[in-house]
């Protein structure tokens, strides 16, 4: 557990060092340009509201150029590049971007003449489809001059006209910038033209944001930390209370059982006989235990499993490496199931390439458990002459009446389950 935490910090602790240098590389950056191939462009002049300015744009460039003639009839003569950027009321979220790059060569018979620039927001709280000036007045002026380049322009700079707040009756709630739903860009003359010939070049216009906000990816990596520290005092409480009620009901059971186990196992062991290549127990050491170890179990209401363990295609090993690797095997595979097995547990070998190992005080979860683990070992282990070995096993726990041939046979029918569904698993009996 201490080292998958050790682990889990070292992710969490590369994430977010990776995520923050990500960030200040400019990795979370975005931007979205507009130009005539992503919307729609036309020119606006004074002639709606009865002036006489001509105004004609060419879009067949690099730049949109918008030449236009201001007239003298206009009350508040005009012209502007209106670009649309939606058919409908659903138009370009830029709640997201923080700034606006507007690169635009303002030619005017009046040096440092302002243009202004409108950001058209589309909000049904006070916005219409039949009227046009409903749509929101987030503005700016500025003099571009002329080959000055791009100049970037953050959108909070960005202010809702007043006379359009008061026309419309907009509440304080709703009269702040608004950038969510933009239909419009408007690029238009200044405030104090005069009847004369203007131009205004739009070379580019760029918007720039952030996929996501410092703040966000602050607020992003602290609650994940937050989240990996609950969860692991989640998953901590609850193994230590799993361990706390498992270590009561083995501390009862060994309270009850030790002495007679105690008795048991060193009666086993004076009597015991040991497979002499293996050095494991063999069947015939086990016959009396295996009486008495079960009688305990019915008498006392503990589980009691095995483990049927066969090595798969042992005897393509004998076949091709001798028979002396292949005893070598069966010695390498004894001693890990010992090293593998519990003070309690015996390791017999039953025959052959067949191990079986028989677990006191275990139910079919824990001895499932146990298998995963010998089968995992088994097939990562660095056996002899570099073979790729793998064993199948079969498991049962004792069932209350059944005899020990009938609890070996169910073993053995998982055994052999599990090498028919394809070897190098464990199968657990009915």
Request: glycine share 6%; charged share 25%; net charge negative.
């Amino acid at each position: 557990m201490r080292r998958r935490l050790r682990y889990a910090a070292y992710a969490l602790l590369s994430f977010s060092l990776f995520s923050y240098l990500f960030y200040a590389l400019g990795g979370f950056n975005k931007e979205y340009s507009i130009s005539a191939k992503n919307a729609f462009v036309r020119c606006v002049d004074d002639k709606t509201q009865g002036g006489n300015t001509h105004s004609e744009i060419d879009i067949s460039g690099q730049s949109l150029v918008l030449n236009c003639d201001i007239g003298d009839k206009g009350k508040w003569p005009y012209c502007e590049i209106a670009i649309d950027l939606s058919k409908t009321t659903k138009g370009l979220d830029l709640s997201n971007f923080h700034s606006v790059g507007i690169d635009v060569d303002y030619f005017s018979p009046i040096e440092g003449e302002r243009i202004r620039v409108y950001l058209r927001n589309y909000d049904p709280a006070y916005s219409s489809q039949d009227d046009p000036v409903s749509l929101k007045f987030n503005a700016i002026e500025y003099a571009p001059g002329i080959d000055q380049g791009l100049t970037v322009i953050p959108l909070k700079a960005f202010q809702v006209l007043s006379w359009w707040i008061a026309e419309y009756e907009l509440p304080i709630e709703t009269s702040g910038p608004q950038f969510d739903n933009i239909l419009q860009i408007e690029i238009a003359t200044g405030s104090y033209i005069k009847q004369s010939h203007y131009t205004i070049q739009l070379n580019r216009l760029v918007f720039y944001g952030e996929w996501i906000s410092e703040e966000m990816l602050l607020r992003f990596n602290t609650s994940l930390w937050v989240l990996a520290a609950a969860c692991f005092l989640f998953v901590e409480r609850r193994r230590l209370n799993h361990q706390l009620r498992e270590m009561v009901a083995k501390a009862e059971f060994l309270k009850d059982a030790n002495e007679s186990l105690h008795e048991q196992s060193l009666k086993f062991e004076e009597l015991a006989y040991t497979d002499s290549l293996t050095g494991a127990q063999n069947r015939h050491a086990v016959d009396c235990w295996l009486q008495e170890v079960i009688g305990f179990s019915k008498h006392n209401g503990h589980a009691f499993s095995m483990a049927y363990i066969d090595i798969d295609f042992f005897k393509t090993i004998n076949d091709t490496y001798g028979h002396k690797v292949g005893d070598e095997v069966l010695k390498e595979f004894a001693r890990v199931l010992n090293l593998r097995a519990r003070k309690t547990d015996v390791v017999v070998r039953w025959g052959g390439e067949e191990f079986i190992v028989f677990c006191p005080a275990t139910d079919l979860r824990g001895i499932t458990e146990f298998a995963d683990m010998i089968r995992t070992i088994i097939e990562n282990y660095q056996w002899t002459e570099g073979l790729n070995l793998t064993c199948s096993i079969g498991l049962a726990e004792y069932m209350p009446g059944e005899s020990i041939d009938t609890f070996i046979q169910r073993a053995d029918r998982a055994l052999y389950k599990a090498k028919r569904q394809g070897r190098n698993r464990v199968e657990a009996a009915s």
